[in-house]
């Protein structure tokens, strides 16, 4: 079995900071593109930025230049750190993993089970 488990979220006032912390556990092998997603009241589920397990990343241009995700490969942990917070970055924020296990080529794909970050304006 493998799980994702979040960490960090909560209610910050605008312009503040706060970090994600995102562990996987279970049976891996490898951990490849990594990253976090969010959704809020009634929209849809949206990227807000991955990384690979290489280092290269990949960021919404609505967090652009005031999120920053960073991995710790022998942790097998992902972090996003937000900073300069918008009341409109408000939503429940998900971990994403693909990611291997041990004795299998597949890349499966698994989720986090999400942790609430509010802003307030």
């Known amino acids: 079995q493998v799980q994702l488990v979040e960490s960090g979220g909560g209610l910050v006032q605008a312009g503040g900071s706060l970090i994600l912390s995102c562990t996987a556990s279970?049976?891996?092998?490898?951990?490849?593109?990594t990253g976090w997603y969010r959704q809020a009241p009634g929209k849809q589920r949206e990227l807000v930025a991955t990384?690979?397990?290489?280092?290269?990343?990949n960021y919404a241009d609505s967090v652009k230049g005031r999120f920053t995700i960073s991995r710790d490969n022998a942790k097998n942990t992902v972090y996003l750190q937000m900073n300069s917070l918008k009341p409109e970055d408000t939503a429940v924020y998900y971990c994403?993993?693909?990611?291997?296990?041990?004795?299998?080529?597949?890349?499966?794909?698994?989720w986090g089970q999400g942790t609430q970050v509010t802003v307030s304006s």
């Open positions: 994403n993993a693909d990611l291997r296990r041990p004795s299998s080529t597949r890349l499966l794909n698994y």
């Open positions: 279970g049976s891996i092998f490898t951990i490849d593109t």
């Open positions: 990384i690979t397990r290489g280092g290269n990343t």
